[in-house]
């Protein structure tokens, strides 16, 4: 089992819809979650962290269940502008290895 | 924005010859990162360094070393390059660890052995 596994995608939506992400981790240690955005042959971007009591931004908001091992970014009102691919990134702590990356999600925002 | 600049963006070369890609910071971070991305591998750690002088290997470390002599720059350094080595390089850095403690990414470089 990988230690952090998101939805394969890709992920086709019109403008305007909601879409969710889902990541999932298997180290009950892990401590720092994070998503990240990637656009084609850039590099990763930071998104927004995840806290344990959920946090949004704008349209974006992101949730964390350390009892299921689970991490969820929701995007409401899809824009072009969103098409990425996302990334989930965990931290188990420290330093070194210890940022584990999720394979991503490919969004398709269509008009 | 942090401040990562890599060096070389682009850099094509030929197998057997050696290739040092940059990575030079301005935000006086402690900890930095060389990292290589492939299709279907997703980001994978090379070395990580957590000080001057002070560096470690990553799960992809075989064929790759590196230096770090000041606090602002991290060399990656293939001393003879493989067509293996075809990737895309970021370096990162973060300053805070644990919890809080964000990724931040260069550039890229885009390295292709011939």
């Keep these: ?111 | 924005d942090a401040g990562i600049t890599q060096s070389p963006r682009h850099k094509v070369t030929e197998t057997g010859t050696p290739v040092t890609l940059r990575c030079h910071q301005t935000e006086n971070h402690r900890y930095m990162y060389w990292y290589r991305q492939d299709p279907g591998h997703g980001l994978r750690l090379i070395h990580y360094s957590y000080g001057v002088k002070d560096t470690d290997k990553g799960e992809v470390s075989d064929g790759y070393s590196v230096s770090r002599s000041k606090t602002e720059d991290f060399l990656l350094t293939l001393e003879s390059a493989t067509s293996s080595q075809t990737s895309v390089y970021f370096c990162a850095i973060t300053g805070r660890l644990g919890s809080g403690g964000e990724l931040f990414f260069g550039e890229g470089s885009r390295l292709t052995v011939l």
Excluded at chain 1, 20 to 44: G, L
Excluded at chain 1, 69 to 94: E, F, H, M, P, W
Aim: glycine content about 8%.
């Design chain 1, 1 to 111: 089992r990988k230690e952090v596994e998101q939805d394969p995608g890709p992920f086709n939506v019109p403008e305007g819809a909601t879409v969710a992400f889902n990541c999932t981790y298997s180290n009950s240690a892990s401590q720092s979650f994070f998503w990240y955005r990637q656009d084609c042959r850039k590099e990763p971007k930071l998104l927004m962290s995840v806290y344990s009591s959920g946090n949004e931004d704008g349209r974006f908001t992101a949730q964390l269940n350390r009892a299921s091992q689970y991490i969820s970014l929701l995007i409401r009102d899809s824009k072009l502008s969103d098409s990425a691919t996302y990334l989930c990134v965990v931290n188990i702590g420290g330093y070194g290895q210890n940022f584990v990356f999720g394979p991503g999600t490919r969004l398709s925002v269509l008009p």
